[in-house]
């Protein structure tokens, strides 16, 4: 980067993230700030035009998700041992229990439940107890649906979850999803989505 004197400056950028949460369900809080340099701080603002000004702390970790409540999730390194740390309005408020190897965090809408990916399929509630677990591997991305189910999907198919039991309520593997009723000729890592339960 060229600063305006003339001198090159070496200082890395900021990456800087908005979430936007809701003020009804967030005590006022209108937007989660997350400002990543050495360190991650984490800001909730009850005024979107002042982004400085509120409630902060610095986190070691890396923030996964904000939900609509502005309860952050962070991936955190305690004593050696990965996990998924929840904050709200500059304090620790508890974790998720987890096996090793999350991947992916999604809340739904409300900030009232939250699914989990990693060696399976997790769906949190609000008190952040286990309402279901999956043995779904390699899932890339869950998309909370209108109608209340959930859609899943990994580098091999894509299915379609009840968000209450987490059952299956119908699944499309192979390349393209829709071409071919199995999967093509390549050898995935992880088991093809239409033979995981």
């Known amino acids: 980067m060229i600063a305006a004197c003339g001198a090159r400056s070496t200082a890395p950028l900021p990456q800087v993230h908005l979430w936007p949460v809701s003020p009804q369900l967030a005590g006022g809080t209108q937007v989660v700030t997350v400002v990543v340099r050495e360190t991650t701080t ?16 610095t986190i070691d970790g890396s923030v996964a998700a904000v939900d609509a409540t502005g309860r952050v999730y962070a991936w955190q390194n305690a004593a050696g041992k990965l996990e998924l740390a929840l904050f709200r309005d500059g304090k620790r408020i508890g974790k998720l229990d987890l096996e090793p ?10 900030g009232e439940r939250v699914i989990v990916s990693g060696p399976q399929l997790v769906m ?43 059952e299956t309520l119908v699944k499309r593997c192979g390349w ?22």
């Open 176 to 197: 393209a999803f829709e071409l071919a009723s199995k999967p093509h000729a390549g050898r995935p890592r992880i088991e093809p989505m239409c033979t995981q339960r």
């Open 101 to 110: 190897g999350g991947r992916g965090v999604w809340p739904d809408a409300t």
């Open 124 to 166: 949190f509630g609000p008190d952040g107890a286990r309402v279901w677990t999956r043995p779904f591997v390699g899932v890339t991305h869950a998309v909370w649906l209108d109608d209340g189910a959930i859609a899943v999907v990994s580098a091999l198919g894509i299915a379609r979850l009840d968000a209450k039991t987490g």
């Open 42 to 57: 984490v800001r909730w603002v009850s005024d979107a035009r002042a982004l400085d000004k509120g409630t902060s702390m």
